[in-house]
T-cell receptor, first 115, second 113 residues
Framework: GAVVSQHPSWVICKSGTSVKIECRSL??????MFWYRQFPKQSLMLMAT?????????EQGVEKDKFLINHASLTLSTLTVTSAHPEDSSFYIC???????????FGNGTRLTVT | AQSVTQPDIHITVSEGASLELRCNYSYGATPYLFWYVQSPGQGLQLLLKYFSGDTLVQGIKGFEAEFKRSQSSFNLRKPSVHWSDAAEYFCAVVTNTGNQFYFGTGTSLTVIP
């Protein structure tokens, strides 16, 4: 089946630094990728939708300058958390889908801890 | 606006007992419906999905779900729960016009030996 690889699985960084998270579709081309954030014991909240070769669409309340998304190829999207702060600590999950009717394939998530 | 409601935040069942997790959606047309399971610290695994056709769908790990249009529901069921089923379960809706998923807030399942 389709596989989405997310890297790293966990990362600890100091406040003020930037962290890049990668999301790769390993055996299919993902025209659209999605980035979610999950707070402890809560559901996934969509942060942004990225389409290959174009700017990402951010959900209301998500700072585009803080959460930089790049989808430069059909198999790779990256999320960069810039100038991270402790409140950015969370579980970030990416997903990818080729079409609207195929279920999204999820990465295993990245646990970000900002100290 | 589309929305997904999972009324039960937490459910505890005994191993071997039956299970039903509730999911209600709000959408003008027939959506695509999904159930996912998430183990602690892990990503989401698709259990089953409904697009059209037979309203009773079978999934992995012995789970099934039934789409009831009249009730706008898509409840997840399993006849006999195993200890390994303890996890967080999310119902999700995607509109048939786009790729955006709407997730419920999840139901945490605890299984008592």
């Amino acid at each position: 089946g389709a596989v989405v690889s997310q890297h790293p699985s966990w990362v600890i960084c100091k406040s003020g630094t930037s962290v890049k998270i990668e999301c790769r579709s390993l055996d299919f081309q993902a025209t659209t990728m999605f980035w979610y954030r999950q707070f402890p014991k809560q559901s996934l909240m969509l942060m942004a939708t990225s389409n290959e070769g174009s700017k990402a669409t951010y959900e209301q309340g998500v700072e585009k300058d803080k959460f930089l998304i790049n989808h430069a190829s059909l198999t790779l999207s990256t999320l960069t958390v810039t100038s991270a702060h402790p409140e950015d600590s969370s579980f970030y999950i990416c997903s990818a889908s080729g079409t609207a009717s195929s279920p999204l394939h999820f990465g295993n998530g990245t646990r970000l801890t900002v100290t | 606006a589309q929305s997904v409601t999972q009324p039960d935040i937490h459910i505890t069942v005994s191993e071997g007992a039956s299970l039903e997790l509730r999911c209600n959606y709000s959408y003008g047309a027939t959506p695509y419906l999904f159930w996912y399971v998430q183990s602690p610290g892990q990503g989401l695994q698709l259990l089953l999905k409904y697009f059209s056709g037979d309203t009773l769908v079978q999934g992995i790990k012995g789970f099934e779900a039934e789409f009831k249009r009249s009730q706008s529901s898509f409840n997840l069921r399993k006849p006999s729960v195993h200890w390994s089923d303890a996890a967080e379960y999310f119902c999700a809706v995607v509109t048939n016009t786009g790729n955006q998923f709407y997730f419920g807030t999840g139901t945490s399942l605890t299984v008592i030996p």
